[in-house]
Structures are given as structure tokens and as C-alpha cells.
């Protein structure tokens, strides 16, 4: 089935510095979500991304939309406690699908 | 808006025992997801539906079924628990098929 590398799998960073990750696949898709999960909770959306070469903020997340559709990446700036978490890439690839297909998470540490 | 509710949030079952983990959602949604979260894991699909009445198998659908018969409700029955069920999980919801998908809290289920 499809498959979503996203990496990298875990980072630890000092509070206020700027996160960068991504999320690749060997296929196209048509659309990307961004979800982040904390301990004993369900996925929450970030950021959903619908067109080619998309750039689009919430607050302190900046996330794009890959002009070869194959990629997908998440920008968290001056990073504070509270982000810390797993982020999850996910993509709809099209062609009638309505399956989500899930990366396997950036584990995000912050210290203080 | 309650948004996507599940119950029960933990339970314990014995190999072979019977369930069924309820999802609810409020948002008039069509469309409606079941998926399992093993440790360090991305979300594995299970079930999905598109409307009531109608079902379709995802990724890992062996061990488990579904029903839809309101637009509101889609519970998940597991008939013999195996240990391989250990796992947490995730009902969704989404109005397009391929838009944002909201997630309930979660189950945490454990089979000994």
C-alpha cells in the first residue's frame, strides 16, 4: 500500500528554536494534513494543504504542499513547551480514495 | 459540538471475549474511520464508511467488523479478542471523504 516517510523520527531542541520535518512518498498525492497527538489523546489538525506548491500558517506552523505532490513539510518557530508532542503527515493519494494514509509521527521534545 | 465521542476509554477483555468500542459524531458527517495506533506507529486503518448502510475494509480489517446504520453512530465489534488487538483506537469523521478528518479521544484496549 502507500507509504509516508517522515522523518526525522524524534528531535529534542531548546525552547525557541526553530523545528523543521517532512514527509515524503514514491507516489503523488492531492492532499496533505498535519495532526499532532499528545499522551492518551487522538490526533488534532494542524494544517491541511489541498494545491501544488501551498504555503499556509497557523500562528507559529508553517506547513507546504510539495510542487512534485510527493512531499510535504511542517515548520514550527521559536518553539515553546507546549509543542511538544508527535506530529503526523498524512495524504490522501486521489484516484477515488477516501483512505488517509498516516507517516509514523516526529516525536518533538522541548527543553526549557 | 461534542464532535467525535468514543467509549469506553479503557478496557481490559480476556482472550476470546466479545466488544464493541462505540463512536459518535455530531458534525452531520458522511464519512467515518476506524483506526488502531501501536506503539511508535503511525494510524493503521481498519473500517471505514461513506454514508449509512455502507462499509468498506481498510488496511488491517481481519478480526474485526463494523455496521452503520445511522449517519451518527459506527462501532467497531471485535467477536474472539487475540493479545494482537492490544492497541488504541481512533474513530474519525470527515464531511468529504477527502478532507480533514477529526478524531475522537480514543480507546485503550488490552487483551490478556
Known amino acids: 500500500g502507500q507509504q509516508l516517510n517522515q522523518s526525522p523520527q524524534s528531535m529534542f531542541i531548546q525552547e525557541g528554536e526553530d523545528v523543521s520535518m517532512n514527509c515524503t512518498s514514491s507516489?503523488?498525492?492531492?492532499?496533505w494534513l498535519w495532526y499532532k497527538q499528545e499522551p492518551g489523546e487522538g490526533p488534532v489538525l494542524l494544517i491541511a494543504?489541498?494545491?501544488?506548491?501551498e504555503l499556509t500558517s497557523n500562528g507559529r506552523l508553517t506547513a507546504q504542499f510539495g510542487i512534485t505532490r510527493k512531499d510535504s513539510f511542517l515548520n514550527i518557530s521559536a518553539s515553546i513547551p507546549s509543542d511538544v508532542g508527535i506530529y503526523f503527515c498524512?495524504?490522501?493519494?486521489?484516484?477515488?480514495?477516501?483512505?488517509?494514509?498516516f507517516g509514523k509521527g516526529t516525536k518533538l521534545s522541548v527543553i526549557p | 459540538n461534542a464532535g467525535v465521542t468514543q467509549t469506553p476509554k479503557f478496557r481490559i477483555l480476556k482472550i476470546g471475549q466479545s466488544m464493541t468500542l462505540q463512536c459518535a459524531q455530531d458534525?452531520?458527517?458522511?464519512?467515518m474511520y476506524w483506526y488502531r495506533q501501536d506503539p511508535g506507529m503511525g494510524l493503521k486503518l481498519i473500517y471505514y464508511?461513506?454514508?449509512?448502510?455502507?462499509?468498506d475494509k481498510g488496511e488491517v480489517p481481519n478480526g474485526y467488523n463494523v455496521s452503520r446504520s445511522t449517519t451518527e453512530d459506527f462501532p467497531l465489534r471485535l467477536e474472539l479478542a487475540a493479545p494482537s488487538q492490544t492497541s488504541v483506537y481512533f474513530c474519525?469523521?470527515?464531511?468529504?471523504?477527502?478532507?480533514?478528518?477529526?478524531f475522537g479521544p480514543g480507546t485503550r484496549l488490552t487483551v490478556t
Open positions: 507516489s503523488i498525492f492531492n492532499t
Open positions: 474519525a469523521s470527515t464531511r468529504t471523504g477527502i478532507g480533514e478528518q477529526y
Open positions: 464508511s461513506v454514508g449509512a448502510g455502507i462499509t
Open positions: 498524512a495524504g490522501y493519494s486521489g484516484a477515488g480514495s477516501y483512505q488517509l494514509t
Open positions: 458534525m452531520n458527517h458522511n464519512y
Open positions: 494543504l489541498y494545491k501544488a506548491g
